[in-house]
């Protein structure tokens, strides 16, 4: 098997080619296949190093590499798309545990139907009514 580095096409032995197969590059330091966005640009040593390993090494300023995310910027992202997704989860776990449950219980299990339906009428119009401000947050926290 041979890559052509041009069209970054894979040939097999026997001549067939492997049209539209995307070959992604491996990083030299972690050995973890990413885009090739995700690399800093460079000969000799920071030659296929991912912006990740760059940094750590000492191979690039954090400020030099956009695609890299500081630990701060990963948790305020974490924590973004929890706060954005929590009451979807919290949704459906409430109706797992009514349907496996919560029908045996004979004075909760009316209310307990009765919250659940009205959250899942809320949170998909929330969900949608909140949709800019998570772009709006998104796109202040990332670099």
């Not at 041009?6 to 070959?23: Q, S």
Request: proline share 6%; with cysteine.
């Amino acid at each position: 098997m041979t890559i052509d580095p041009v069209t970054r096409t894979v040939a097999l032995k026997d001549n067939t080619r492997l049209v539209g197969t995307r070959i992604m590059p491996v990083c030299r330091m972690c050995k973890q296949n990413y885009p090739q966005a995700q690399f800093i640009t460079g000969n000799g040593p920071r030659y296929q190093v991912c912006s990740r390993c760059g940094v750590e090494n000492g191979l690039a300023d954090p400020d030099d590499t956009p695609q890299f995310y500081s630990d701060e910027t990963l948790n305020a992202r974490l924590s973004l798309y929890t706060r954005r997704h929590l009451p979807w989860i919290s949704v459906l776990i409430g109706w797992f545990l009514f349907l496996s449950i919560g029908r045996g219980i004979e004075l909760w299990s009316g209310l307990f139907f009765g919250v659940l339906a009205i959250s899942s009428l809320i949170v998909p119009v929330l969900h949608l009514m909140g949709a800019t401000r998570f772009q709006a947050e998104l796109s202040r926290i990332t670099p």
